[in-house]
Every structure is written in structure tokens, then in C-alpha cells.
């Protein structure tokens, strides 16, 4: 970004702010959600005062595993910050954060003229929840790589596996360009884009990027019924190769999320498990509205299908729940073999505690779970406003 | 859809947070107590933001309409008049007149207009309290009639002044709409 133009707007955003500042002008900082991500990952300490209003920030916020929070609407500081100042840590550094930057601008502002170093969030929440940080997972067998790229503010996962120059995607969020141009970066097309499941947390990016790029964009059909667009159908037993001496992604049918849900194994090494198995936690069956009747089809995925499969390869999954989930170069994964034996979803003997498990007591679903399953069905097409507030929150695609 | 009054409008579209607070604080600090205020934004998070902003004012947030793409919501200044101590000494509680609501009775509710468009109870009267003295010719002497407001205290002061104009079988419902938990209507139900 132009570092200067941005700037330029700060201040012209300042000058109309009549009564509520003074006009003069103080430094402010500004941090980066790629320099908070670089922050969790590092478990550094942050002192973050988020000045949306309680219901937003109880519902969803940017977690640290060393981050300590402050949480003040910005309208109760319209008339000045004395009475927080006492709340606010003289060792420590602090981001102010707000839904879309404005806020948080302003009392950043109001901050500094008290005498204190902070710095605001680039672009809000909004930013922080489209942030999508691209960590390198492995090198494959003949020289090919796979990518994970970590949505941190909301927990969502997609992959790209290259080879020779050719790239797939797999569960590619809206945020388009990133993958075109990491893909682009490192010199390698994009030739096919899967979804694992029909999402409902996210908005999917697959179809668009297949527009963009001529790539084959696939779907299981039985997650596909009602879509209103043409795509490949994605099936049990797939074999789909990239680069010339072939990464096999190997599609396995894994029911339980939704219908149609399908894993990936990828070099017969990394098993790309969607929303049926996270590290954590495993895939709630309700949020397509068929909890009762998805359960034993989870069950059996989980119990036997994951269970016939070698421990050894690394489940790579499609969201993370909470950040305890990130390894420490960020990436989120872990040995199959290593979540049978710790992961309570893959450890409950009896069925029907499994089954009161997943039909019971379920977090609320996540955001709009109902547009954002019609919009990726094509049904519906909201302008990218609205988008972004469907997308707001964490994903609550697992139970635990 | 239903015509929401308000004393003031304020054009607040295509601001982005915080200004759409930053102007509505001000416009507020201007109205007079009990004025409605009308506040017409494009900003989607000025919804949740204007309820809270105005709850921890102690305002009151009556409701927000969408009309094609702007958000229009409704606010009414704090009014001074919680504290008064009642004089109409005919008065009912929520739960009885819950229990008369079946039979011929009249309900009037004397809140501004915008506050009954969001939520009243059904076949409730609406004449703010404000313009009861000129339109007091709609009401009948025959009947039974129970004044309601947000709190017990606009009504009272109705109760008073129909009094004064020979109404004799007027009762305050107490303590109003704001506890009312029986059947309503209006824009948000």
C-alpha cells in the first residue's frame, strides 16, 4: 500500500472531526494484521483495548495466546479518555481495534494527544478477519510443495499443492487474490480448485478463482443438488495429478460434516480432512440441517473409514477452533496416528454418547450460516459489503 | 410500510463509524427531552452500535427500518419525566388489563408515534400525548379507557387532562409498555 496516500486520508479523516479532537496533529501508529499474526505466532505479549460495542467483542476477538484485553465501546469515549487511562499498561504494546478502522483511528488518536504510544488496527476486524497468512507445510516427493493458508481471525484453512508448475487449491476462501498471486509469485498455474464440502462459515473463493483461471473447479455433487452453476463432480476414488510427474490427490469420501464431505490424501503422505476431522475438536452434522440423520455417517467416517487409513499421515484440516490448534511456525496439523489417541471426538466408545455429543448442546452456528450456504450454492450474490458482515465471527464449524 | 414521525432526521449516510454516533450524540444534545430523533445511515454496523450507544445513554432506542439499503433508526432523547409522582389515583397494573383484552374496552396509547409503529399492543389507540388536547373528540366518554405509555408517567399526565375534560372512566395502566409482556404489534414483530 501507498504508504503516504493513507496516511493523507488519516488526516483528512481527522480534520472533519470537528469538536471531538482538537485538529493538531500527533503521531499514531499503525499495525498490520500480518504484524498481529506475527504476534500470536511468536506468542508475544499485546495489550489490546477493542473499542466495538460488548455483544461484537464477546462474540468473537483477536486471540492471543499472551494478549490481554480492554473492552470499551468508542461511543462511551466520545467525550475523552481520562477514565480509562488508569486501565491501560505503561510496559506493554497496545493495539487499539475496532470493526472497520474509524474507531479506532479516533481514540488511537485521542490516546496519543494523553501522552501514550498506541497503535490501531489497519482496516479493522474487517482486515483482520480477511487476513490470510500463507505458511509452508512441506516439500513433497519430487520437488512439489504444499501451502497452508491460515485465515487467523476466523479460523479457516485452504490449501495449494504445487508441482512442476502447476497448482490445485483446496477450500479457497473469497479472498481470491492471495492464492492468484502467491500462485503467480512462485511461478505456477493454477489448474484445479476443489471444495471439499459445501461451506457454510465462509464463502467460498473456488469458483471465482476457476473463472479467473481457467482451472476446473470441483465439488462432491451430493453437496452440489442445488447449485445454480457448472462444475466437475468430485467422487470417491478421484485421482486428479498436477505437474508432470504427478502429486496424486486422492479423493476419499468422507459423509458426516455434510453428504457430500470428501478428504483428500495428497503424495499419500497428508490427509486434507475438510470440516470431518480438526485437531481439536471433529465437524458438527447440523449445519445443513440434518444433524439426527448425518450422525452415523460421521461416525463411520471418523470410527472406520480415518481408522483404515495409515497413522502416519498428517491431517491437515480445514479450520482451526482456538490457538492452542497452531504449531509454532503457525501451521496447524497433526499425525492421524496422534489424534486417535488424544483428539475426545475419535475416543468415544459408546454411539450413543457419541451421538448426544454432536446432536446436543451444539455452539450457535456460525454467521448467516444460511446465506453464506446459498450464496455458494450461486443462489444468491451479495455485493462484498455484505459479504464481509455474513463472514463476521469465528467459523463454529466443530463440536468438542 | 408504516410512517415512523420523528422530530429530527439526520443524514448520516455514507459515513463510516464512528460518525454516525459522532453526529446523532450531537444532534441529540440539541432536542429537546422525549423527541424522536430519526437517524439515516448506510453504515451496517450502526445498528448494533446505535442500540448500545443509546442504552448506555440512557436513551431509548425504539427501532431501525431498512429501506432500500439506508437504515434508518429511531431514537427518543431521555425524558425527565420518569421521576413525577403519579396523581391519577384510578390505576391497573400490565396483567390485569392483559386479562380485559378480550372484552370492549379502549386502550390509548399516548407514546410518540414512532414508538407505537415499532411495538404496541394489538387494537391499541394511538395519540401521543402531546396532541391528546386537540384530538380528544376521538375518544368516547361511554367507555372504559386505559392509558398507556413506556412507564406509567405520560399516561398519568393523559389520565389528568382527559379528567379535566369530563372523561371520568379513564384508568393508568401501570407500569406500561416497557414491561408489557403480553401480545404486541407493530414494525419489529
Not at chain 1, 388 to 393: L, T
Request: with cysteine; hydrophobic share 35%.
Amino acid at each position: 500500500m501507498d504508504g503516504n496516500s493513507n496516511w493523507d486520508r488519516k488526516l483528512i479523516f481527522f480534520f472533519e472531526f470537528e469538536n471531538t479532537i482538537g485538529g493538531s496533529k500527533v503521531t499514531i501508529n499503525v499495525m498490520t494484521s500480518g504484524e498481529v499474526t506475527k504476534k500470536v505466532y511468536n506468542r508475544e505479549e499485546l495489550f489490546i483495548l477493542d473499542v466495538r460495542n460488548q455483544s461484537d467483542f464477546q462474540d468473537w476477538k483477536i486471540e492471543g495466546a499472551n494478549f490481554s484485553y480492554l473492552n470499551i465501546p468508542y461511543f462511551e469515549l466520545l467525550d475523552g479518555v481520562e477514565e480509562i487511562l488508569g486501565e491501560i499498561p505503561a510496559d506493554k504494546n497496545i493495539l487499539v481495534t475496532c470493526a472497520k478502522e474509524g474507531s479506532s483511528v479516533m481514540v488511537a488518536e485521542m490516546l496519543s494527544e494523553a501522552g501514550l504510544n498506541v497503535f490501531y488496527l489497519e482496516g479493522g476486524m474487517k482486515a483482520w478477519s480477511e487476513h490470510l497468512e500463507p505458511v509452508k507445510i512441506a516439500d513433497l516427493t519430487d520437488g512439489g510443495q504444499i501451502y497452508q493458508f491460515v485465515r487467523i481471525g476466523k479460523g479457516c484453512l485452504s490449501y495449494m499443492v504445487v508441482s512442476n508448475g502447476e497448482a490445485a487449491l483446496i477450500d479457497a476462501t473469497r479472498m481470491t487474490d492471495v492464492y492468484i498471486d502467491f500462485a503467480k509469485r512462485i511461478g505456477a498455474t493454477i489448474k484445479h480448485v476443489f471444495d471439499t464440502h459445501l461451506h457454510a462459515d465462509h464463502i467460498s473463493g473456488g469458483r471465482s478463482i476457476a473463472q479467473k483461471t481457467g482451472a476446473t473447479y470441483w465439488l462432491p455433487p451430493k453437496d452440489a443438488t442445488e447449485v445454480t452453476f457448472k462444475y466437475s463432480p468430485l467422487e470417491d476414488g478421484n485421482d486428479v495429478s498436477i505437474g508432470h510427474t504427478t502429486i496424486q490427490i486422492q479423493a476419499l469420501y468422507s459423509p458426516g460434516h455434510t453428504i457430500g464431505s470428501t478428504s483428500f490424501v495428497v503424495d499419500q503422505k497428508f490427509l486434507l480432512s475438510g470440516d470431518i476431522l480438526f485437531v481439536d475438536s471433529i465437524g458438527r452434522p447440523d449445519l445443513a440441517g440434518k444433524a439426527e440423520d448425518w450422525v452415523s455417517d460421521l461416525r463411520e467416517t471418523l470410527y472406520s473409514r480415518y481408522k483404515e487409513l495409515s497413522g502416519e499421515l498428517i491431517v491437515l484440516p480445514a479450520h482451526f477452533m482456538i490457538i492452542d490448534e497452531l504449531n509454532e511456525d503457525g501451521s496447524v496439523s497433526e499425525k492421524l496416528g496422534t489424534l486417535f489417541e488424544k483428539n475426545h471426538g475419535l475416543n468415544i466408545a459408546d454411539e450413543s454418547k457419541f451421538r448426544s455429543l454432536v446432536t446436543e448442546n451444539l455452539p450457535p452456528q456460525p454467521n448467516a450460516y444460511q446465506e453464506i450456504r446459498e450464496t455458494n450454492m450461486g443462489k444468491i450474490n451479495p455485493d462484498i459489503d455484505k459479504q464481509r458482515e455474513m463472514e463476521i465471527g469465528p467459523n463454529r464449524c466443530a463440536v468438542r | 410500510m408504516e410512517n415512523v414521525k420523528a422530530n429530527e432526521v439526520l443524514d448520516a449516510k455514507g459515513l463510516a463509524c464512528p460518525m454516525p454516533i459522532v453526529k446523532t450524540k450531537k444532534v441529540m444534545n440539541n432536542l429537546e427531552a422525549g423527541q424522536v430523533l430519526e437517524v439515516q445511515a448506510t453504515d451496517r454496523g450502526s445498528k448494533a452500535d446505535m442500540k448500545a450507544w443509546a442504552e448506555s445513554t440512557g436513551h431509548q432506542f425504539l427501532g431501525t427500518i431498512e429501506d432500500g439499503g439506508v437504515l434508518k433508526h429511531y431514537l427518543r432523547k431521555a425524558s425527565s419525566d420518569e421521576s413525577i409522582e403519579k396523581k391519577h389515583p384510578d390505576v391497573v397494573k400490565n396483567e390485569e388489563l392483559e386479562q380485559r383484552l378480550g372484552e370492549d374496552v379502549t386502550i390509548l396509547d399516548v407514546r410518540e408515534s414512532a414508538e407505537y409503529a415499532f411495538t404496541h399492543i394489538p387494537g391499541a389507540i394511538s395519540i401521543p400525548l402531546g396532541e391528546l388536547e386537540e384530538r380528544i373528540g376521538e375518544l368516547s366518554k361511554e367507555k372504559n379507557i386505559y392509558v398507556i405509555c413506556r412507564t406509567g408517567n405520560r399516561s398519568d399526565l393523559a389520565c389528568q387532562l382527559l379528567g379535566k375534560n369530563g372523561f371520568s372512566q379513564v384508568i393508568n395502566v401501570v407500569p406500561g409498555m416497557s414491561q408489557w409482556t403480553g401480545t404486541v404489534t407493530g414494525i419489529e414483530s
